[in-house]
């Protein structure tokens, strides 16, 4: 069982910047698929950005056409943690954002969660 805690949602002008961390419990957190999705009110979840483990020993992110060049997705493996960094924030951004962890025995695992909200 992987439990993931998000922090860092708010409140933020439009063209501000925020920054979303997720920690994740578990010792294999370094092999751990993260991604980072949003669910705004009336509509579905969506992918937001991912970053995987790939052949070659390196990672690599992946992303939404509506956040990229504005979110950067990151992990510190050793503190079991994956950000998004968001910046130029549009009120189109505000959303509950959800942090995403799948294991190498294909587990899926969710948090609970951050409010984003961006004001005009």
């Known amino acids: 069982q992987v439990q993931l805690v998000e922090s860092g949602g708010g409140l933020v002008q439009a063209g501000g910047s925020l920054r979303l961390s997720c920690v994740a419990s578990g010792r294999t957190f370094g092999t751990y698929g993260m991604g980072w999705f949003r669910q705004a009110p009336g509509k579905e979840r969506e992918f937001v950005a991912s970053h995987n483990w790939s052949r070659g020993y390196t990672y690599f992110a992946d992303y939404a056409d509506s956040v990229r060049g504005r979110f950067t997705i990151s992990r510190d493996n050793a503190k079991n943690t994956v950000y998004l960094q968001m910046n130029s924030l549009k009120p189109e951004d505000t959303a509950v954002y959800y942090c995403?962890?799948?294991?190498?025995?294909?587990?899926?695992?969710w948090g609970q969660g951050t409010q984003v909200t961006v004001s005009s």
């Open positions: 995403k962890a799948s294991t190498s025995s294909s587990n899926t695992y």
